[in-house]
């Protein structure tokens, strides 16, 4: 009976690795950033039609960086908030679609930044509706200050948050967004 008892589990978190470093199987752990959640969020990052284009397209409007330093960006700050990203991108309507059936039970969140689609894709808004997954609608530009046909965004009809004219930064403070936002 003494050696027998099945032994219960206990949460090491709180012991200094110093100690934890003789048992068996010993980690070592990173210690959480501060405020960032203790399960690490999956969010996915979609990127509509010609953003792969930035640093090309109109750099006027949205600036010299390319898209491959964006991507950079958001996944250094992800880093950062404790939060992994995966990034997708495409010029095709139904992939996005399918980007976002496919992050079904496997995503805590979408950022998206449907480019052209924003204004056109009831297609986009039946997907986020059908996931149901918490998003936020992110535009480098302010799309509001453009042209007439940019001001109506059918994603901004299920995101729970549309940030725009920020640049990059936008994309930071849409996931900080969805960390907080459970």
């Keep these: 009976p003494f050696g027998h ?17 003789h048992t068996r199987n010993f980690q070592k752990r990173k210690a959480p950033l501060a405020g960032a959640p203790t399960e690490m969020k999956k969010i ?5 039609p010609n953003l792969n284009m930035l640093g090309i397209r109109e750099p006027k409007l ?5 898209f491959k330093s964006l991507i950079k960006y958001v996944k250094a ?12 991108q495409s010029n095709y309507e139904g ?11 496997k995503f805590d969140g979408i950022v998206i930044n449907a480019g052209a689609y ?9 997907a986020l509706k059908s996931v149901n997954i918490p998003t936020a ?8 200050a453009r042209e007439e046909f940019r001001k109506l965004s059918y994603v901004s009809m ?7 004219g920020k640049g990059f930064a936008g994309y930071k403070e849409a996931i900080e967004y969805l960390v907080k936002n459970k």
């Design 62 to 66: 949205y600036g010299s960086n390319n």
């Design 77 to 88: 700050e992800a880093k950062a908030l404790g939060v992994k990203v995966r990034c997708f």
């Design 44 to 48: 996915l990052v979609i990127n509509g």
């Design 137 to 144: 609608e992110v535009h480098i530009t302010d799309i509001s």
């Design 95 to 105: 992939d996005i679609v399918t980007a976002i059936q496919k992050a079904y039970k």
């Design 158 to 164: 299920f995101a729970s948050v549309t940030i725009v």
């Design 118 to 126: 924003t204004h056109t894709s009831v297609a986009i808004l039946d």
């Design 5 to 21: 008892a099945k032994p219960k589990k206990i949460c090491l978190h709180h012991v200094p690795d110093r100690l934890l470093k």
